[in-house]
């Protein structure tokens, strides 16, 4: 039993350790904390030889030895300046690793694949990142110097006392020895409460991010109740294991100064017999008295260290999990130049959950410079295909290629920046719609291009009409804009990049008939001399494709044109026939429509 805690002890402190080696402090500023930790300690330890050697001196010879009263006060100021310097240096080295840490984390945490978020609450990362680290900086900053330099003392401080007076030292040691039984299984229960409330706490902290970050949902389902009372629970259990807490720290706090205080009466009984009987000296029993102190507020403090190290050794574990998550960028080769071609789907394999698989053996050509549309119902895929195509899940096996290479070939970066796309759900981030029109834009682009491209997205008026035009801020997931700007700010994004291939996921299903016409014509033009993949369930946007490809199953049940698949696909005319009912509403040409979804 005691062998595990000391190997658990261990592994805590080297863990402890591996994280402040992440802040790099250098060799110099740990040397100079080292010295300075021994300076403070050595301080405290001469102070009460030095005091036994003031009063033996001063009751022998009847008068005050103003010269050790000097030296006494220096070693004093000494002490002081040198624990106060320190204090700043190791706060130092706490905020560089803070710094330090939450770095690596966003570093590492920006790279992960899209799976991991899929199965991660978003707030698990910022969890890391703030809370954690923060734990962690706690206890570097304030309990580790103190824990340090309270070794020293205390091993010294014994050493020293056994030099004064082995018996009292030995009568002093079987008290401690005590008292250290009674409180390690408090301090055990403690940990494991620690741990309890640190889940409970990622818990709670998961739970009001996701339910705030969908306030709308909430709100119009009037869900707030539910809400209040889903969170109740999770505050009464906290509350459950902090009443826990605070009563074990009710019966520690009582325990501690009753040691303290029997201590200091068993030491003062048993050191004044020996000063009677002219065993030792009044300075020599005032020395251990004081050496007592050094000995009871350093272990007062390691149980706070201890406390702290298992709360700080549970959140670097956590901060270590995230940072050896395997990045989606360790599967580079990143060697090849990318070269536009036809893209081909080889007998793709993929599925989300194991064992249900979405796609078989899915085969399909998309033309260099085509436009090809993807059509079927919901769930049948489409956006799958685009987020294969874009790499954020791997097909389980089959390939997707580009000319004569394999995408996965590319390094990502590379093979992201030729692919454009236009998400379904087109979220925006807060900042101005400059930022969100030129994210991830590597060159500057002139406010002539800028203004093109806003031409071109149907955007001009819009902007026009709001104070502060392109360097209005738009709120966090664009909640000030309607989901039709919010589609045009996408598309005019989608064009700035400029990439040979466009994934148009749903692009233009928020925007209204007469909008979306004169979009089309900006799609046209957009989709001129790159590879255009559409998805929709709208047949304006599928109609004009030199490719369709209908989607049923997980695999593709016909292919052709328009005018091919309304001959040979019934489940196409099908789909068309829904299509067409949903565009009467959008006041299209209803002669044209007819004769088009005619077969
Ligand atoms: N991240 C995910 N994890 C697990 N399953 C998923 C995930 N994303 C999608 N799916 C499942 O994969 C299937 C295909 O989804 P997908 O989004 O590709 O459909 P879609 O054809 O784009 O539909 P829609 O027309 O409604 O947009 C669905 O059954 C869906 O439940
Ligand atoms: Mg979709």
Not at 359 to 373: E, G, Q, T, Y
Not at 495 to 513: I, K, R
Request: some cysteine.
């Amino acid at each position: 039993m005691r062998f595990y805690v000391t190997v658990n002890l261990m592994d805590k402190f080297k863990r402890l350790l591996k994280i402040i080696n992440y802040a790099n402090p250098g060799k110099g500023l740990l040397t100079a904390i080292g010295l300075l930790s021994v300076l403070g300690a050595t301080s405290s330890l001469l102070f009460p030889v030095m005091t036994q050697k003031l009063i033996d001196l001063a009751s022998n010879s009847g008068q005050l030895p103003t010269e050790w009263i000097g030296i006494l006060i220096a070693v004093l100021l000494g002490g002081s300046v040198a624990s106060g310097y320190n204090f700043f240096l190791v706060g130092k080295v706490g905020n560089r690793m803070l710094v330090n840490i939450r770095a690596k984390i966003l570093a590492k945490a920006i790279y992960l694949p899209v799976p991991y978020f899929d199965n991660t609450p978003s707030a698990e990362p910022a969890s890391r990142a703030v809370n954690d680290t923060e734990i962690i900086n706690g206890v570097v900053s304030q309990h580790f110097e103190p824990f340090i330099s309270g070794l020293i003392t205390l091993v010294a401080s014994l050493v020293i006392l056994w030099i004064l007076d082995w018996q009292l030292t030995a009568v002093l040691f079987a008290t401690l020895m005590i008292a250290f039984l009674i409180t390690v299984p408090i301090a055990a229960k403690l940990t494991q409460l620690s741990k309890s409330v640190q889940k409970e706490e990622a818990n709670f902290l998961s739970f009001i991010t996701e339910r705030f970050a969908q306030i709308r949902l909430i709100k119009a389902y009037n869900a707030e109740q539910e809400t209040l009372a889903k969170s109740q629970q999770t505050l009464t259990n906290l509350y459950d294991l902090g009443l826990k807490e605070v009563r074990i720290g009710a019966i520690m706090a009582p325990i501690a100064g009753m040691t303290i205080i029997s201590t200091l009466i068993i030491i003062l009984v048993f050191g004044a017999t020996r000063v009677s009987q002219g065993e030792i000296t009044i300075g020599t029993l005032i020395a251990f008295i004081l050496y007592l102190f050094n000995i009871v507020f350093p272990l007062i403090q390691f149980t706070y260290f201890f406390a702290e190290l298992n709360k700080a050794a549970g959140a670097a574990e956590r901060v270590e999990e995230l940072l050896e998550e395997t990045s989606e960028q360790s599967t580079n080769k990143g060697e090849l130049c990318f070269k536009p071609g036809d893209i081909t789907l080889q007998n793709v394999h993929f599925n989300f959950e194991p064992k249900v698989p979405l796609f078989k053996r899915l085969n399909m050509v998309f033309p260099k410079n085509k436009k090809i549309a993807l059509v079927g119902a919901s769930g049948a895929g489409k956006s799958t295909i685009f987020n294969l195509l874009l790499r954020f899940y791997q097909p389980g096996s089959g390939n997707i290629k580009i000319g004569d290479h394999s995408i996965f070939e590319f390094s990502l970066e590379d093979w992201r920046k030729h692919v454009a796309l236009i998400a379904q759900d087109t979220p925006l981030l807060s900042g101005s719609i400059k930022d969100n029109l030129t994210l991830g834009l590597r060159q500057e682009i002139s406010q002539r291009d800028l203004e093109k491209v806003i031409d071109a997205a149907e955007l001009t008026e819009f902007i026009k009409t709001i104070p502060n035009g392109l360097e209005a801020p738009v709120g966090e997931k664009g909640v000030k804009l309607s989901g039709g700007q919010k589609q045009r700010i996408a598309i005019a994004r989608a064009m700035l990049q400029d990439s040979p291939v466009l994934l148009c996921d749903e692009a233009t299903s928020n925007l209204d008939a007469t909008t979306e016409h004169k979009l089309q014509q900006a799609m046209n033009n957009l989709a001129v001399n790159r590879t255009t993949i559409v998805s929709a369930h709208r047949l304006s946007t599928v109609i004009d494709a030199d490719l369709i490809y209908v989607l049923k199953g997980g695999n593709v049940i016909a292919e052709g044109t328009h005018e091919g698949l309304m001959k040979n696909s019934d489940y196409y005319q099908e789909l068309v026939k829904h299509q067409f009912s949903a565009l009467k509403t959008n006041n299209e040409n209803p002669q044209q429509l007819e004769a088009l979804v005619t077969p």
